[in-house]
């Protein structure tokens, strides 16, 4: 790299408005989409998809609500041709839907287009040619004048071939190729010589794709130009000003919400923002965006692993699992601080009186676009307590005590140290399992107990089995946990003073069960937790305090 790149590269020039409208302007309806997966997105491809992943694609797109499809280059080739003159042989297109086809400005080229679309109800040609001035010095070697002739030519063709066939609904789209790195004065010289050939009305208005082919500036920047071709453009209640953005400076989603915000009606792009080089406008991103903020976006992404299915299946490119909304990780939190504040989201959530979504790191609910909650919490070794809450709720309806959820999260943390790997909801009740609920090697285990007595009065009798050994044990106190501890106190079990109990049930109806958790302290001051599980809440609690029983010993062991 250059240590002062600016004797290679010129910084982009900006756009004189000094009065622009936009940044005081925000997105409050949906544009109308097109869809240039099956055009753009296909020519991008290493293998480009053959007519049964087109065809696949193409319905996903319907599926999805995209009313207007670029469906493909017709003169490129035979496959091209074929599909979407198969489309209109096979009555695929739903009467709302029209699909669009992109051809260069040259009359062969246009014919070829126009042939594939005999029979359509309704269509888009949509015509190009380049207009900056490196394309017009470089590739082209012409002038101004002869580059506009270019698009003045190409839109008699569009005008003469669509009058040659009145059953099809004709709507005609013009490209000014390059825009974003061409004089915007001279785009809207072209852009105004075809509209004078094609005479577009506010009832029929032509399509003006105003694109950002290579994105070179900031968003901003294309936001001026958007703002300054609107203003100037001639009557332009009779043009679609359409958006087209690149992504190769990284920012093609924000170009687009800025151009809208500049006053453009279209934007152009594909599902989760394959295409060229680093692709084209995501599509996905800019409707959720949307979503975000309150407004219809007009699209069904409720679905979104779905589509995702679908366009990994015909492009054979993965999606990134941090793509906005639709990858594997972007609901997830790993992060203990993280999880804790949107453990703490869902609860406040579920209080709420109203149905405004308002949990933390979650701009849009997930289920939304049909994702559970399970993986929006996953545990590895950075994870907190919070986290570890989280899961166990969500697989197994524990709602742990706050205290409790600290003293687990330690058994947590060393598995996940030890494993060096993400845990799942398994390995993580496992270890709950293991260190809380009844198992092999406890030295108390409950084999049957009766509870009998006043209120303030009770007693408990037991068998339970010590070191292995069944024996009878009783116990009296002011209710039924009391009179546990006090029957483990007369024998060999440790003395123990109740700190917090608390309980709930899990699930509803016949099948519900119970949980039961109590914090202890023993004679020598340590902090034990013991949880109890069972179809009957009195139950639970006996197994909860010989649990905390069983763990007084493991930790002074363990001292």
Known sequence: MLRDPSTKYRPFPIVDLPNRQWPSKTITRAPRWLSTDLRDGNQALIDPMDAEKKTRFFDLLVKVGLKEIEVGFPSAGATEFDFISGLIRQDRIPDDVKIQVLTQSRRDLIETSFRSLEGAQSAIVHLYNAVSPTWRRIVFGMSREEVKSI????????????????????????????FSTAEVDFSIEVCAAVMDILEPTAEHPLILNLPATVECATPNVYADQIEYFGRHIPNRETVVISLHTHNDRGTGVAAAELGLMAGADRVEGCLLGNGERTGNCDLVTVALNMYTQGVDPGLDLSDIDGVVKTVEYATNIPVHPRTPYAGDLVFTAFSGSHQDAIKKGFAAQAALNDDFWEVPYLPIDPADLGRSYEAVIRVNSQSGKGGVAWVIEQDKGLKLPKRLQADFSRHVQALADETSRELNAADIWGA????????????????????????????????????????SLSGRGNGLISGVIAALADTTGPALDVVDYTEHAIGHGASAQAAAYIECRSADGQTVWGVGIDTDIATASVRAVLSAANRTRLSTTTV
């Open 151 to 178: 698009a003045i030519e190409g839109a008699k063709v569009l005008r003469d071939e669509a009058a040659k066939r009145p059953g099809t609904e004709w709507h005609f789209e013009y490209s000014p190729e390059t």
């Open 432 to 471: 709950f399992a293991r260190t809380y609920l009844p198992g092999a090697g406890d030295r108390f285990v409950l084999r049957d107990y009766d509870e009998t007595g006043t209120a303030g009065d009770r007693l408990f009798v037991g068998r339970v089995a010590i070191d292995g050994e069944e024996r």
